[in-house]
Protein backbone atom coordinates (compact mmCIF):
# COMPACT_ATOMS: atom_id res chain seq x y z
CA UNK A 1 0.00 0.00 0.00
CA UNK A 2 1.26 3.13 -0.80
CA UNK A 3 1.12 7.04 0.83
CA UNK A 4 -2.52 7.68 -0.34
CA UNK A 5 -3.72 5.10 0.93
CA UNK A 6 -5.95 4.79 4.59
CA UNK A 7 -7.05 2.08 6.76
CA UNK A 8 -8.65 2.51 9.81
CA UNK A 9 -7.57 0.65 13.49
CA UNK A 10 -10.84 -0.34 15.07
CA UNK A 11 -9.10 -1.75 17.77
CA UNK A 12 -6.99 1.32 19.05
CA UNK A 13 -9.13 3.76 17.27
CA UNK A 14 -6.71 5.32 14.59
CA UNK A 15 -5.63 4.38 11.37
CA UNK A 16 -3.00 1.71 10.89
CA UNK A 17 0.32 3.37 9.21
CA UNK A 18 0.20 1.33 6.16
CA UNK A 19 2.85 2.90 3.94
CA UNK A 20 6.20 1.86 4.34
CA UNK A 21 8.80 3.97 5.85
CA UNK A 22 10.29 4.55 2.14
CA UNK A 23 7.40 4.90 0.96
CA UNK A 24 6.82 7.74 2.79
CA UNK A 25 10.00 9.43 2.67
CA UNK A 26 9.89 9.27 -0.65
CA UNK A 27 6.41 10.91 -0.66
CA UNK A 28 7.96 13.58 1.61
CA UNK A 29 10.49 15.02 -0.93
CA UNK A 30 7.43 15.98 -3.19
CA UNK A 31 6.62 18.77 -0.23
CA UNK A 32 9.99 19.88 0.14
CA UNK A 33 9.03 23.51 -0.68
CA UNK A 34 6.79 23.94 1.79
CA UNK A 35 9.12 22.61 4.44
CA UNK A 36 11.20 25.14 3.18
CA UNK A 37 9.08 27.93 3.52
CA UNK A 38 8.03 26.59 6.88
CA UNK A 39 11.50 26.78 8.41
CA UNK A 40 11.49 30.52 7.45
CA UNK A 41 8.33 31.82 8.78
CA UNK A 42 9.85 30.08 11.90
CA UNK A 43 12.81 31.70 11.76
CA UNK A 44 11.04 34.85 11.80
CA UNK A 45 9.28 34.53 15.02
CA UNK A 46 11.96 32.68 16.95
CA UNK A 47 13.75 35.67 18.94
CA UNK A 48 10.11 37.03 19.87
CA UNK A 49 8.79 33.49 20.53
CA UNK A 50 12.71 33.01 22.37
CA UNK A 51 11.92 36.01 24.44
CA UNK A 52 7.97 35.42 26.11
CA UNK A 53 8.86 31.73 26.26
CA UNK A 54 11.94 33.03 29.05
CA UNK A 55 9.37 35.23 30.67
CA UNK A 56 6.91 32.71 30.91
CA UNK A 57 9.16 30.31 31.86
CA UNK A 58 9.83 32.40 34.79
CA UNK A 59 6.61 32.94 36.07
CA UNK A 60 5.82 29.02 36.16
CA UNK A 61 3.81 28.24 39.10
CA UNK A 62 4.87 31.66 40.77
CA UNK A 63 0.88 33.12 40.58
CA UNK A 64 -2.74 32.02 42.17
CA UNK A 65 -4.27 29.72 39.13
CA UNK A 66 -8.38 29.09 39.57
CA UNK A 67 -9.15 25.74 38.69
CA UNK A 68 -12.41 26.32 36.75
CA UNK A 69 -13.68 23.30 35.62
CA UNK A 70 -10.88 22.31 33.65
CA UNK A 71 -12.08 18.98 34.00
CA UNK A 72 -13.09 17.16 30.51
CA UNK A 73 -12.93 13.46 29.24
CA UNK A 74 -13.53 12.29 25.62
CA UNK A 75 -15.84 9.84 24.85
CA UNK A 76 -17.21 7.75 21.86
CA UNK A 77 -20.37 6.35 20.13
CA UNK A 78 -20.90 2.72 20.91
CA UNK A 79 -23.77 0.76 20.04
CA UNK A 80 -26.37 0.69 22.75
CA UNK A 81 -24.02 1.83 25.63
CA UNK A 82 -24.92 5.71 25.80
CA UNK A 83 -26.70 5.61 28.75
CA UNK A 84 -23.72 3.57 30.31
CA UNK A 85 -21.24 6.65 29.14
CA UNK A 86 -23.74 9.40 30.48
CA UNK A 87 -23.70 7.16 33.63
CA UNK A 88 -19.86 6.88 34.23
CA UNK A 89 -19.85 10.45 33.30
CA UNK A 90 -22.05 11.75 35.61
CA UNK A 91 -20.26 9.43 38.24
CA UNK A 92 -17.06 11.51 37.98
CA UNK A 93 -18.53 14.35 38.16
CA UNK A 94 -17.94 15.48 34.29
CA UNK A 95 -19.39 18.78 32.89
CA UNK A 96 -16.95 18.79 29.05
CA UNK A 97 -16.70 16.51 26.75
CA UNK A 98 -15.47 15.63 22.97
CA UNK A 99 -16.61 13.31 20.77
CA UNK A 100 -14.32 12.18 17.39
CA UNK A 101 -16.97 12.32 14.47
CA UNK A 102 -14.76 10.86 11.22
CA UNK A 103 -15.52 12.24 7.60
CA UNK A 104 -16.37 8.73 6.48
CA UNK A 105 -18.91 8.18 8.92
CA UNK A 106 -21.26 11.16 7.96
CA UNK A 107 -24.22 8.45 7.32
CA UNK A 108 -24.37 7.81 10.93
CA UNK A 109 -25.03 11.95 11.24
CA UNK A 110 -28.12 10.95 12.71
CA UNK A 111 -26.96 8.61 15.41
CA UNK A 112 -23.97 11.71 16.56
CA UNK A 113 -26.73 14.23 16.84
CA UNK A 114 -29.03 11.88 19.10
CA UNK A 115 -25.84 11.14 21.45
CA UNK A 116 -24.47 14.92 21.52
CA UNK A 117 -28.33 15.76 22.38
CA UNK A 118 -28.31 13.20 25.20
CA UNK A 119 -25.26 14.64 26.65
CA UNK A 120 -26.48 18.16 26.38
CA UNK A 121 -29.50 16.78 27.88
CA UNK A 122 -27.69 15.74 31.08
CA UNK A 123 -25.88 19.90 30.90
CA UNK A 124 -22.73 18.37 29.64
CA UNK A 125 -21.12 20.84 26.92
CA UNK A 126 -19.31 18.82 23.67
CA UNK A 127 -16.57 19.70 21.15
CA UNK A 128 -17.11 17.74 18.45
CA UNK A 129 -13.26 16.65 16.52
CA UNK A 130 -13.85 16.09 13.00
CA UNK A 131 -11.97 13.54 11.40
CA UNK A 132 -10.02 13.65 8.38
CA UNK A 133 -8.23 11.02 5.99
CA UNK A 134 -6.61 10.84 2.69
CA UNK A 135 -9.61 10.99 0.53
CA UNK A 136 -10.52 14.27 1.92
CA UNK A 137 -7.35 15.96 0.91
CA UNK A 138 -7.56 14.82 -2.57
CA UNK A 139 -11.21 15.06 -3.19
CA UNK A 140 -12.09 18.68 -1.62
CA UNK A 141 -15.54 18.77 -2.48
CA UNK A 142 -16.38 15.58 -0.58
CA UNK A 143 -14.70 17.31 2.60
CA UNK A 144 -16.79 20.74 2.00
CA UNK A 145 -20.23 18.56 1.60
CA UNK A 146 -19.33 16.65 4.84
CA UNK A 147 -18.52 20.05 6.92
CA UNK A 148 -21.71 21.89 5.38
CA UNK A 149 -23.78 18.92 6.51
CA UNK A 150 -22.00 18.91 9.96
CA UNK A 151 -22.02 22.45 10.68
CA UNK A 152 -26.13 22.47 9.40
CA UNK A 153 -27.19 19.90 11.61
CA UNK A 154 -25.17 21.03 14.98
CA UNK A 155 -25.36 24.29 14.51
CA UNK A 156 -27.95 25.46 16.61
CA UNK A 157 -26.55 23.42 19.52
CA UNK A 158 -23.88 26.10 20.77
CA UNK A 159 -21.10 23.38 19.91
CA UNK A 160 -17.44 23.93 19.62
CA UNK A 161 -15.87 21.97 16.73
CA UNK A 162 -12.22 20.99 16.64
CA UNK A 163 -11.12 20.92 13.08
CA UNK A 164 -9.02 18.23 11.64
CA UNK A 165 -7.03 15.81 14.04
CA UNK A 166 -3.21 15.06 14.21
CA UNK A 167 -2.58 15.98 11.23
CA UNK A 168 1.17 16.03 11.21
CA UNK A 169 1.10 12.47 11.53
CA UNK A 170 0.86 10.94 7.32
CA UNK A 171 -1.31 7.89 9.06
CA UNK A 172 -4.30 10.51 9.20
CA UNK A 173 -4.14 11.63 5.55
CA UNK A 174 -2.06 15.00 5.74
CA UNK A 175 1.28 15.30 4.01
CA UNK A 176 2.51 18.88 5.23
CA UNK A 177 0.46 22.28 6.74
CA UNK A 178 -0.35 23.53 3.73
CA UNK A 179 -2.82 20.82 3.15
CA UNK A 180 -4.18 21.13 6.33
CA UNK A 181 -4.70 24.81 5.28
CA UNK A 182 -7.00 23.73 2.91
CA UNK A 183 -9.27 21.67 5.34
CA UNK A 184 -9.17 24.42 7.55
CA UNK A 185 -9.63 27.39 5.66
CA UNK A 186 -12.72 25.91 4.07
CA UNK A 187 -13.87 24.25 7.62
CA UNK A 188 -13.47 28.38 8.11
CA UNK A 189 -15.87 29.67 5.31
CA UNK A 190 -18.83 27.01 5.99
CA UNK A 191 -18.51 27.94 9.89
CA UNK A 192 -19.23 31.31 9.23
CA UNK A 193 -22.11 30.52 7.32
CA UNK A 194 -23.55 28.63 9.65
CA UNK A 195 -22.29 30.84 12.99
CA UNK A 196 -20.61 28.17 14.76
CA UNK A 197 -16.93 28.31 16.23
CA UNK A 198 -13.98 26.38 15.49
CA UNK A 199 -10.45 25.03 17.80
CA UNK A 200 -7.38 23.64 16.37
CA UNK A 201 -5.55 23.72 15.01
CA UNK A 202 -5.25 19.79 16.73
CA UNK A 203 -1.45 19.42 16.69
CA UNK A 204 -0.14 16.06 18.46
CA UNK A 205 2.92 15.53 20.57
CA UNK A 206 5.71 18.44 20.61
CA UNK A 207 6.08 19.49 17.33
CA UNK A 208 5.61 23.65 18.21
CA UNK A 209 6.82 24.57 14.53
CA UNK A 210 3.55 23.71 12.85
CA UNK A 211 1.73 26.33 14.75
CA UNK A 212 3.32 29.75 13.64
CA UNK A 213 2.12 29.29 9.24
CA UNK A 214 -1.08 27.69 10.67
CA UNK A 215 -2.08 30.46 13.11
CA UNK A 216 -0.71 33.16 11.01
CA UNK A 217 -3.65 32.54 8.00
CA UNK A 218 -6.50 31.00 10.84
CA UNK A 219 -8.51 32.60 13.52
CA UNK A 220 -9.61 29.94 15.73
CA UNK A 221 -11.77 30.67 18.59
CA UNK A 222 -9.31 28.44 21.24
CA UNK A 223 -6.27 26.95 20.57
CA UNK A 224 -5.94 22.97 20.72
CA UNK A 225 -3.20 20.74 21.08
CA UNK A 226 -3.25 16.57 21.28
CA UNK A 227 0.05 17.14 23.90
CA UNK A 228 1.23 13.32 24.67
CA UNK A 229 4.29 12.74 27.08
CA UNK A 230 4.01 8.99 27.06
CA UNK A 231 6.73 8.20 25.04
CA UNK A 232 9.23 9.47 27.63
CA UNK A 233 6.95 8.08 30.90
CA UNK A 234 6.26 9.92 33.54
CA UNK A 235 4.76 13.70 32.97
CA UNK A 236 7.95 15.00 34.85
CA UNK A 237 10.57 13.31 32.25
CA UNK A 238 12.31 14.97 29.51
CA UNK A 239 12.41 14.85 25.85
CA UNK A 240 15.52 17.01 24.64
CA UNK A 241 16.26 19.11 28.11
CA UNK A 242 11.93 19.98 28.10
CA UNK A 243 9.84 18.28 30.69
CA UNK A 244 5.74 19.18 30.55
CA UNK A 245 5.90 22.33 32.07
CA UNK A 246 8.35 23.60 29.76
CA UNK A 247 6.62 22.59 26.97
CA UNK A 248 3.77 24.08 27.83
CA UNK A 249 5.14 27.56 28.11
CA UNK A 250 6.66 27.24 25.09
CA UNK A 251 3.96 26.29 23.21
CA UNK A 252 2.10 29.36 24.73
CA UNK A 253 5.02 31.49 23.39
CA UNK A 254 4.19 29.87 20.38
CA UNK A 255 0.65 30.87 19.95
CA UNK A 256 0.75 33.98 21.47
CA UNK A 257 3.29 35.44 19.15
CA UNK A 258 1.66 33.54 16.14
CA UNK A 259 -1.66 34.64 16.48
CA UNK A 260 -4.09 36.96 18.56
CA UNK A 261 -3.37 37.41 22.31
CA UNK A 262 -5.59 36.24 24.72
CA UNK A 263 -6.54 33.14 22.35
CA UNK A 264 -6.98 29.95 25.33
CA UNK A 265 -4.76 27.06 25.10
CA UNK A 266 -6.61 23.33 25.70
CA UNK A 267 -4.68 20.83 25.57
CA UNK A 268 -8.02 18.23 23.56
CA UNK A 269 -5.97 14.58 23.76
CA UNK A 270 -3.62 12.47 26.14
CA UNK A 271 -3.01 9.74 27.82
CA UNK A 272 -1.19 6.63 28.52
CA UNK A 273 -1.69 3.39 26.99
CA UNK A 274 -1.71 0.20 28.87
CA UNK A 275 0.50 -2.72 28.93
CA UNK A 276 -0.76 -6.20 28.59
CA UNK A 277 -3.92 -4.91 26.17
CA UNK A 278 -1.90 -6.06 22.60
CA UNK A 279 -3.63 -4.65 19.36
CA UNK A 280 -5.76 -2.70 21.27
CA UNK A 281 -3.02 -0.61 22.52
CA UNK A 282 -2.60 2.61 20.16
CA UNK A 283 1.15 2.61 20.55
CA UNK A 284 4.28 -0.04 21.46
CA UNK A 285 6.89 -0.60 23.65
CA UNK A 286 8.05 2.07 26.41
CA UNK A 287 4.62 4.19 26.02
CA UNK A 288 2.67 1.54 27.75
CA UNK A 289 2.18 1.64 31.43
CA UNK A 290 0.57 -0.51 34.59
CA UNK A 291 -2.87 0.71 35.35
CA UNK A 292 -1.13 2.03 38.46
CA UNK A 293 1.21 3.96 36.55
CA UNK A 294 -1.88 5.47 34.11
CA UNK A 295 -3.18 6.76 37.16
CA UNK A 296 -0.84 8.16 39.12
CA UNK A 297 0.53 9.86 35.64
CA UNK A 298 -2.95 11.30 35.05
CA UNK A 299 -3.16 13.35 38.12
CA UNK A 300 0.40 14.51 37.81
CA UNK A 301 -0.19 15.72 34.14
CA UNK A 302 -3.24 17.54 35.13
CA UNK A 303 -1.26 19.06 38.27
CA UNK A 304 1.61 19.85 36.58
CA UNK A 305 -0.36 21.45 33.33
CA UNK A 306 -3.15 23.62 34.83
CA UNK A 307 -1.14 25.25 37.81
CA UNK A 308 1.15 26.79 35.02
CA UNK A 309 -1.86 29.04 34.43
CA UNK A 310 -1.07 28.10 30.39
CA UNK A 311 -3.75 25.71 29.93
CA UNK A 312 -7.70 26.61 30.45
CA UNK A 313 -9.02 22.75 29.88
CA UNK A 314 -7.47 19.24 29.56
CA UNK A 315 -9.34 16.23 27.74
CA UNK A 316 -8.32 12.84 28.58
CA UNK A 317 -8.90 10.44 25.19
CA UNK A 318 -10.84 8.52 26.38
CA UNK A 319 -13.38 7.07 28.58
CA UNK A 320 -14.07 3.57 27.78
CA UNK A 321 -11.75 1.55 25.50
CA UNK A 322 -9.86 -1.57 26.41
CA UNK A 323 -6.22 -0.30 25.60
CA UNK A 324 -5.96 3.10 27.15
CA UNK A 325 -9.13 4.45 28.29
CA UNK A 326 -10.13 4.65 31.93
CA UNK A 327 -12.80 1.69 31.75
CA UNK A 328 -11.80 -1.23 30.24
CA UNK A 329 -15.00 -2.20 27.77
CA UNK A 330 -13.97 -4.76 26.30
CA UNK A 331 -16.07 -7.18 28.02
CA UNK A 332 -20.12 -7.28 28.57
CA UNK A 333 -19.46 -5.95 32.03
CA UNK A 334 -17.52 -3.13 32.05
CA UNK A 335 -14.57 -2.44 34.58
CA UNK A 336 -13.54 0.75 36.26
CA UNK A 337 -9.83 0.83 36.01
CA UNK A 338 -7.64 3.12 39.11
CA UNK A 339 -7.24 5.52 36.51
CA UNK A 340 -11.18 6.54 36.45
CA UNK A 341 -11.43 6.21 40.14
CA UNK A 342 -8.21 8.58 40.48
CA UNK A 343 -9.80 11.30 37.65
CA UNK A 344 -12.76 11.22 40.36
CA UNK A 345 -11.64 12.05 43.23
CA UNK A 346 -9.15 14.32 41.42
CA UNK A 347 -12.19 16.62 40.12
CA UNK A 348 -13.57 16.33 43.67
CA UNK A 349 -11.00 17.70 45.80
CA UNK A 350 -9.22 20.46 42.76
CA UNK A 351 -12.31 21.54 41.29
CA UNK A 352 -13.09 25.43 41.92
CA UNK A 353 -10.03 25.43 43.87
CA UNK A 354 -7.09 27.96 43.65
CA UNK A 355 -3.40 26.59 43.15
CA UNK A 356 -1.13 28.86 45.55
CA UNK A 357 2.27 28.01 44.90
CA UNK A 358 4.88 25.07 44.61
CA UNK A 359 7.13 24.23 47.34
CA UNK A 360 11.22 24.75 46.12
CA UNK A 361 11.89 20.81 46.50
CA UNK A 362 13.98 19.04 44.19
CA UNK A 363 13.43 16.09 45.58
CA UNK A 364 9.44 16.18 46.08
CA UNK A 365 6.68 17.65 44.19
CA UNK A 366 4.33 19.62 46.38
CA UNK A 367 1.62 21.89 45.10
CA UNK A 368 -0.63 24.35 47.76
CA UNK A 369 -3.81 25.30 47.18
CA UNK A 370 -7.20 26.60 49.06
CA UNK A 371 -10.68 25.72 48.21
CA UNK A 372 -12.38 27.98 50.63
CA UNK A 373 -11.36 27.99 53.65
CA UNK A 374 -9.55 25.03 53.62
CA UNK A 375 -5.69 24.59 52.61
CA UNK A 376 -4.35 21.65 51.37
CA UNK A 377 -1.22 20.27 48.97
CA UNK A 378 -1.07 17.25 46.67
CA UNK A 379 2.35 15.83 46.86
CA UNK A 380 4.24 13.08 45.09
CA UNK A 381 7.69 11.94 44.20
CA UNK A 382 9.21 10.99 40.54
CA UNK A 383 10.81 8.36 41.44
CA UNK A 384 10.42 5.96 44.84
CA UNK A 385 9.64 6.70 48.52
CA UNK A 386 10.31 9.74 50.68
CA UNK A 387 9.84 10.56 54.15
CA UNK A 388 8.87 13.97 54.57
CA UNK A 389 8.05 16.29 57.04
CA UNK A 390 5.61 19.53 56.54
CA UNK A 391 5.73 22.73 58.82
CA UNK A 392 2.39 23.24 58.99
CA UNK A 393 -0.04 20.73 60.95
CA UNK A 394 -1.30 18.29 59.22
CA UNK A 395 -4.94 17.18 59.94
CA UNK A 396 -5.70 14.47 57.00
CA UNK A 397 -4.49 12.53 54.23
CA UNK A 398 -6.35 11.15 51.66
CA UNK A 399 -4.77 8.97 48.96
CA UNK A 400 -4.98 9.13 45.19
CA UNK A 401 -8.66 7.05 45.19
CA UNK A 402 -9.50 9.41 48.56
CA UNK A 403 -9.14 6.86 50.69
CA UNK A 404 -7.69 7.86 54.52
CA UNK A 405 -3.91 7.67 54.98
CA UNK A 406 -2.26 6.46 58.16
CA UNK A 407 0.36 9.68 59.55
CA UNK A 408 2.34 10.73 61.86
CA UNK A 409 2.02 14.36 63.54
CA UNK A 410 3.73 16.33 60.12
CA UNK A 411 5.87 13.83 59.03
CA UNK A 412 4.38 11.47 55.66
CA UNK A 413 5.66 8.88 53.32
CA UNK A 414 5.43 10.16 50.17
CA UNK A 415 5.19 7.70 47.29
CA UNK A 416 5.04 8.19 43.71
CA UNK A 417 1.31 7.84 44.12
CA UNK A 418 -0.03 11.28 44.99
CA UNK A 419 -2.02 12.01 48.10
CA UNK A 420 -4.26 15.03 49.10
CA UNK A 421 -2.83 16.26 52.53
CA UNK A 422 -4.81 18.60 53.75
CA UNK A 423 -3.81 21.06 56.82
CA UNK A 424 -4.74 23.05 60.20
CA UNK A 425 -6.80 26.19 59.09
CA UNK A 426 -4.21 29.43 59.55
CA UNK A 427 -5.43 31.30 62.56
Not at 111 to 125: G, I, M, N, Q, T
Request: charged share 30%; net charge positive; aromatic share 14%.
Amino acid sequence: MGPNDFRWNFHADQPHNIASRSARRRAHFKYAESYLRMIRINLQGLIPILVRYKRYRKLLYTKPVIFEDPFAVSVSLLDKKENRILSALKEMGINHTLLRLPSWEDSRLVEFEAFVDLLRSEKLDVVIALIQNREDVLNNKKWTRFLDRVFSRFSGKNLFFEIGHAWNRTKWGIWDYKEYLRLAEAGDIIAKKYGVRLLGPAVIDFEFHLYPPVLKVLDFNKITSLLYVDRVGAPEETQFGWDLSRKIALLKAVIDQSSRKGKELWITEFNWPLKGTGKYSPASGRPNVTEEQQANFLVRYYILALSTGLVKRIYWWQLAAPGYGLIDNLRSRWRKRPSFWAFKVLKERLNNSVFVKKEANTETEIFIFRRNNTRFAVCWTRKGNLFYSFSDQVLEVLDRDGLKVNFSGKDIVLTEKPVYVYFEAEK
